[in-house]
C-alpha cells in the first residue's frame, strides 16, 4: 500500500514539474528561441580551437576576422535577446530589428568561413589536403555549418513568436482538486431588498 502511495506521489510530482515548466513557458514563451542562440553559442564557442586552428592553417582572406566576428556577435547577441524582452513590459522593437540584425551577420560570416575552406580544400593549385593531422578542417566547417542552423532556428523561432505564443497560451495547465466538482453555487445577493 505504501508502495502505492509513493509511486502516485512520484507520479504527480513529474506531472506538476511538467505543469509548471508549461506555466512558466506561458509566461514567457521567448525563452525558446534563448535556447537554441545559447546552444548555437556553445557548440561554436565548444570547438573555437578546431576553427582557429583551420584558420590558422588554411589563412584564408577574412577568415580571422569572420571567427571574430561571430563570437563577439555570438556574445553580444544575448544581451541584446534580454534587452529585447524585458520582464513586464513590451517587446523593445529596436532591439529587435538589432537583434535580428546580429543574427543576419552572424550567419553572413559564417557563409564567408566555410566559403573559405571549400575554396581552400578544392582550388586547383596547392589544395589543402584533409588527412588525419587537419580533421580539424571537417569538424571546424561541421560546427560552424551547425552555428548557422542553430542561428537560422533561432531568427525562425522569433519570428514566429507571437504565433506559437498564442498557441502556448492556450494549453490548459490549471489543477484539478477533487471534490470540486460536488461544491454548490454560493448566492451572494443581498437578501434584504
Same mark, same amino acid.
Not at 512558466?24 to 561554436?44: A, D, H, T, W, Y
Not at 580571422?64 to 563577439?72: D, K, R, T
Given at each position: 500500500?505504501? &508502495?502505492?502511495?509513493?509511486?502516485?506521489?512520484?507520479?504527480?510530482?513529474?506531472?506538476?514539474?511538467? @505543469?509548471?515548466?508549461?506555466?512558466?513557458?506561458?509566461?514567457? !514563451?521567448?525563452?525558446? !528561441?534563448?535556447?537554441?542562440?545559447?546552444?548555437?553559442?556553445?557548440?561554436?564557442?565548444?570547438?573555437?580551437?578546431?576553427?582557429?586552428?583551420?584558420?590558422? @592553417?588554411? #589563412?584564408?582572406?577574412?577568415?580571422?576576422?569572420?571567427? /571574430?566576428?561571430?563570437?563577439? $556577435?555570438?556574445?553580444?547577441?544575448?544581451?541584446? /535577446?534580454?534587452?529585447?524582452? !524585458?520582464?513586464?513590459? !513590451?517587446? &523593445?522593437?529596436?532591439?529587435?530589428?538589432?537583434?535580428?540584425?546580429?543574427?543576419?551577420?552572424?550567419? $553572413?560570416?559564417?557563409?564567408?568561413?566555410?566559403?573559405?575552406?571549400?575554396?581552400?580544400?578544392?582550388?586547383?593549385? #596547392?589544395?589543402?589536403?584533409?588527412?588525419e593531422s587537419s580533421l580539424y578542417i571537417t569538424?571546424?566547417?561541421?560546427?560552424?555549418?551547425?552555428?548557422?542552423? $542553430?542561428?537560422?532556428?533561432?531568427?525562425?523561432?522569433?519570428?514566429?513568436?507571437?504565433?506559437?505564443?498564442?498557441?502556448?497560451?492556450?494549453? #490548459?495547465?490549471?489543477?484539478?482538486?477533487?471534490?470540486?466538482? #460536488?461544491?454548490?453555487?454560493?448566492?451572494?445577493?443581498d437578501d434584504e431588498d
Amino acid at each position: 500500500m505504501a &508502495n502505492q502511495k509513493t509511486a502516485k506521489k512520484q507520479g504527480r510530482g513529474i506531472k506538476e514539474v511538467i @505543469r509548471k515548466s508549461l506555466v512558466s513557458l506561458k509566461r514567457s !514563451p521567448q525563452f525558446i !528561441p534563448l535556447v537554441f542562440l545559447i546552444v548555437g553559442f556553445l557548440v561554436f564557442s565548444l570547438n573555437l580551437s578546431s576553427i582557429a586552428n583551420t584558420t590558422a @592553417r588554411i #589563412n584564408g582572406a577574412n577568415m580571422g576576422q569572420c571567427e /571574430f566576428v561571430a563570437m563577439l $556577435f555570438s556574445i553580444l547577441a544575448f544581451v541584446v /535577446f534580454l534587452r529585447t524582452f !524585458p520582464k513586464r513590459k !513590451p517587446v &523593445n522593437k529596436i532591439m529587435l530589428g538589432l537583434l535580428f540584425g546580429m543574427l543576419a551577420l552572424l550567419a $553572413f560570416v559564417d557563409v564567408v568561413y566555410i566559403s573559405r575552406i571549400t575554396t581552400a580544400v578544392t582550388r586547383a593549385e #596547392n589544395p589543402i589536403i584533409i588527412d588525419e593531422s587537419s580533421l580539424y578542417i571537417t569538424t571546424a566547417k561541421a560546427v560552424v555549418t551547425l552555428h548557422i542552423v $542553430f542561428v537560422g532556428i533561432t531568427a525562425v523561432l522569433l519570428a514566429l513568436l507571437p504565433i506559437y505564443s498564442k498557441l502556448i497560451r492556450k494549453i #490548459n495547465t490549471s489543477i484539478e482538486v477533487e471534490g470540486n466538482d #460536488n461544491m454548490a453555487v454560493i448566492d451572494v445577493s443581498d437578501d434584504e431588498d
